[in-house]
T-cell receptor, first 113, second 110 residues
Framework: GAVVSQHPSRVICKSGTSVKIECRSL??????MFWYRQFPKKSLMLMAT?????????EQGVEKDKFLINHASLTLSTLTVTSAHPEDSSFYIC?????????FGPGTRLTVL | DAKTTQPPSMDCAEGRAANLPCNHS???????VYWYRQIHSQGPQYIIH???NNETNEMASLIITEDRKSSTLILPHATLRDTAVYYC???????????FGTGTSLTVIP
């Protein structure tokens, strides 16, 4: 099946720094990728839709200046958490659409100290 | 997209069939039913999807009622590795986002 990777798998940073998370579709091209956030024992919450070559579409309540998304190629989308704070600590998951299905990455655990 | 309702948790004995129900009473005619599962601290894994006919693959079977207002995911012989949160999602086949509900936490008991 299609494979989606994320890097890094785990990151710890200091409050106030920015963190970039990469999402790659390894064996298919994805014009659309999605970013989710998941808090402990909670469901996945869609943050934004990333479209190759255009601006991302953010869900209501998600700050676009806080969570910068870039989808510069058909196989790579990046999420940058700017000026991270402890409340941004979460599990961030991306997905990429391949045909009628959506394939998820393994997730990135962000801890902000 | 239509919303779904699932029981929060279920147990199943190892080797037995696990039957996970999902209600989607507001589903529209062009919306598919998708099932994903998430093992702890991993990304969701695709299981199966269908429109109105029952579907089967190497992982599971999907039974959709005739009125399409509910469905059941069947894991025919549950193993300990099937312990996960199972999500039932409805959306257009070529639609946009997946909106996850709360899912069912399945625990397979030895």
């Amino acid at each position: 099946g299609a494979v989606v990777s994320q890097h890094p798998s785990r990151v710890i940073c200091k409050s106030g720094t920015s963190v970039k998370i990469e999402c790659r579709s390894l064996d298919f091209q994805a014009t659309t990728m999605f970013w989710y956030r998941q808090f402990p024992k909670k469901s996945l919450m869609l943050m934004a839709t990333s479209n190759e070559g255009s601006k991302a579409t953010y869900e209501q309540g998600v700050e676009k200046d806080k969570f910068l998304i870039n989808h510069a190629s058909l196989t790579l989308s990046t999420l940058t958490v700017t000026s991270a704070h402890p409340e941004d600590s979460s599990f961030y998951i991306c997905s990429a659409r391949g045909g009628a299905s959506e394939f998820f990455g393994p997730g990135t655990r962000l801890t902000v100290l | 997209d239509a919303k779904t309702t699932q029981p929060p948790s279920m147990d199943c004995a190892e080797g037995r069939a696990a039957n996970l129900p999902c209600n989607h009473s507001t589903i529209s005619g062009n919306e598919y039913v998708y099932w994903y599962r998430q093992i702890h601290s991993q990304g969701p894994q695709y299981i199966i999807h269908g429109l109105k006919n029952n579907e089967t693959n190497e992982m599971a079977s999907l039974i959709i009622t005739e009125d399409r207002k509910s469905s059941t995911l069947i894991l025919p012989h549950a193993t300990l590795r099937d312990t996960a949160v199972y999500y039932c999602i409805v959306r257009w086949d070529t639609g946009n986002q997946f909106y996850f509900g709360t899912g069912t936490s399945l625990t397979v008991i030895p």
